[in-house]
């Protein structure tokens, strides 16, 4: 069969154009924040596509702008060795937990997996709306560090989303904003090596995936421009209660769906 032919088999796949449009417009958002706050991409991208496709599909679109993004803002804070020597026990849990939470969730059905993501909403929404306060002293850091990425990683290998837990612990270190950043980016990027080479590995996502995961950096930059240009003029309270009704509204669906 010609290449022609497999595009146009393709695109008459049912329900094929919704899944685009709720694509481009799920990276295009997920973009728009992430340029605005540095954060937020999967947690806004992978609910919106789950509307439409199955959560472990969503969960594999993302791969591609997940790493590339985090890549670039680790490259472009810098001190990505003092960052890694900081947070390795971190991500050596999260890896840890990664790897052993996607194989056992190869056995739950797409119906189970989405209202695991809503729960993984839920938490945020809760995070955001009473905004936990607590100290790590240095000597305990390493502890706490492992603790978080124990959770983190179990959490994302169930949803991708990782941010909840990461980034409540970020604010509780007292992290300067580019150290938040710098910080936040090389924890991210070091979590979702493992989580997207287990979902490969196990068949939660194929080389299709990879190649459309691939087309979403277009629409995810263009919404990365928009972002950076939305945060000069729009304040931080505003932006977050917009986001907390977003994910409110993302977990209920997923939930009922």
């Known amino acids: 069969m010609s290449a022609a032919a497999l595009w146009d088999s393709w695109l008459s796949t049912p329900g094929m154009a919704q899944m685009l449009t709720v694509g481009l417009l799920s990276f295009l958002v997920g973009g728009v924040v992430k340029g605005a706050i540095g954060v937020g991409l999967p947690m806004l991208a992978v609910p919106m596509m789950s509307l439409v496709m199955p959560a472990p599909q969503a969960m594999a679109l993302v791969a591609v702008p997940v790493m590339g993004s985090n890549l670039w803002q680790v490259w472009a ?118 989580l997207y080479c287990a979902m490969f590995y196990y068949d939660r996502m194929g080389w299709g995936d990879i190649g459309l995961s691939l087309a979403a950096l277009l629409p995810m930059a263009l919404g990365l421009v928009l972002g950076r240009m939305l945060g000069q003029h729009i304040s931080e309270q505003a932006f977050r209660r917009v986001l907390f009704a977003y994910l409110l509204t993302m977990s209920v669906l997923l939930i009922w769906r």
């Open 77 to 194: 804070v810098g001190q990505w060795r003092q960052n890694l020597r900081r947070f390795w026990p971190l991500s050596l849990a999260q890896l840890l937990a990664t790897v052993l939470t996607v194989r056992m969730t190869l056995e739950l059905d797409v119906r189970h997996l989405n209202r695991m993501l809503a729960g993984v909403l839920v938490l945020a929404v809760v995070l955001m709306a009473f905004k936990p306060q607590f100290d790590v002293s240095p000597q305990r850091e390493r502890w706490v560090s492992a603790a978080v990425g124990l959770c983190s990683g179990m959490l994302g290998a169930v949803s991708s989303l990782t941010g909840p837990i990461i980034i409540t612990y970020m604010m509780a270190l007292r992290l300067s904003r580019e150290q938040f950043i710098g910080g936040i980016s090389i924890v991210y990027l070091f979590g979702s090596l493992p």
